[in-house]
């Protein structure tokens, strides 16, 4: 029984030993941030170096945008269908598929005839997976060339949950469905979940992305930056209230039902514009064709191109345009 209780008690002094390693190892992350400490143990030095990690650079706002025009606006769809519910919102009954699929079949065409109405470029940020279950979207769209088509993950897995070797092998994967339907590489990078991973500049960088636009430290374009030192990334910034998503979308799975009369949105967006048209800076919108694709909501769309071309001297833009003329205006 003693002989046993001191071979415990041994044992435990070495597990004790091992399991101290194993949470300070756990606990310095690669620049040495602590993720099993409590924050408020954490140093002055390891909150600045957390908080460090993608931070905004310099603005890169340009000193005039083409044609003279006051204000660059840069429309952009994401063409999520079903990806979105199976990747992200683990939901993968016949129900929410066919939510997706309203987004190829009804929304996205809606979408075309009003860019074409008001023969406006629009940016088209696509999981590969969309691709390969909607074959038709990728060519459509490859008939105009003034649309462009961007980088937005395999099945719109969510990045937060992945190791960064599956990240770096599942955008590969992406990428070559991307290329096999499009024809060339993606310039624009927008992460599924509008949030990047210790690893997601680096791999981006790798992977020869021009822009990422996921991030929200300004309206204006940025230099992205990591641990205080330029990545090269330009950052054409997202906002949740430029996003149809959270204002319209029901959701039952993160429990978000927003059915919003389309006054309320009409109005924020428009008020939203009118002060970028003031400061003259950027404006983008982050659609989605089975959120903005319903009838009263393109209705509503409809109406604030109308607005913003009645403003006048707005430049109509892809996100594609706007980072190479921000980086050429920066002398980058
Ligand atoms: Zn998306």
Redesign the pocket.
Known sequence: MIRSHRLSTIQGIVLAILCFAVTAAEAAGDHGTPTEVPIWNWTPEQIKDHVNRVRAGRDLSPKSWPNGAKVAVSLSF?I?TE??WVG?QEVRTPSYMSRGEYGARTGHPRVLKLLAKHDIPATF?I?AMTMELHPEIVPGLLKHPEYEIAF??YV?ENPLQLTEDEERQIYKKALKIFEKHVGRKPLGF?S?A?DLTDATIKIVNEMGFLYETSMMSDERPYMLNSYGKETGLIELPVEWILDD?PLFQISWPTKHVAIRNADDVFSIWRDEFDVAHEEGTLFML?M?PQVIGHRYRIKMLDRLITHMKDKGDVWFATHEQVARHVKEQAGL
């Open positions: 994401d999520d990806p979105v992200f940020f999981p937005h993950s719109h927008r599924a509008w998503w982050t989605h």
